[in-house]
């Protein structure tokens, strides 16, 4: 029968222990739950010239910006997370104290290409924390990441 076709959003979300808020709740409230990891088989070449065609987990960081609830007819839904993900490779390093930096200005999956997924499913979510980096304000600084 297919999808509803309406679904619901939510502006927070308990899954694996954590309970995730959207970035636009998070906003006024010191506690900040909109820090989304995953970790996610992702196809990869060496180079351009390169023919093997390589797949591998990649750590991907980023903030959830909508929480929406897909229903089947009653049979069975689906609740899915966008987020804005950090590149992972442009907005992604290590400082000299091995923390890992985010810049959330260097984005992926912004939907500009057909390939683009900003969406996972809840249970791949893992909570992380960041806090922003005092030297460089473009900066987040991930600090740690918690699994169920």
């Not at 960081?61 to 899915?80: D, K, M, P, Q, W």
């Not at 969406?119 to 169920?148: G, N, P, R, W």
Request: proline share 1%; with cysteine; glycine share 8%.
């Amino acid at each position: 029968m297919g999808l509803i076709d309406c679904a619901k959003r939510y502006s927070a979300y308990n899954v694996n222990g954590f309970k995730f808020r959207i970035l636009e709740r998070d906003l006024w409230l010191k506690k900040q739950n909109n820090g989304v990891f995953g970790t996610f088989g992702t196809r990869s070449y060496a180079s351009s010239s390169d023919t093997q065609m390589r797949f591998g987990g990649v750590p991907y960081y980023g903030r959830l910006i909508n929480i929406i609830e897909i229903n089947y007819h009653g049979r069975f839904s689906i609740v899915l997370f966008k987020c804005m993900w950090t590149n992972t490779s442009k907005g992604i390093m290590s400082d000299e104290y091995g923390f890992t930096l985010l810049i959330f200005s260097h984005l992926i999956n912004t939907g500009d290409n057909d390939d683009d997924e900003p969406y996972i499913q809840t249970s791949e979510a893992q909570m992380v924390y960041y806090v922003e980096d005092e030297f460089d304000k473009k900066k987040l600084v991930h600090t740690c990441t918690f699994k169920a």
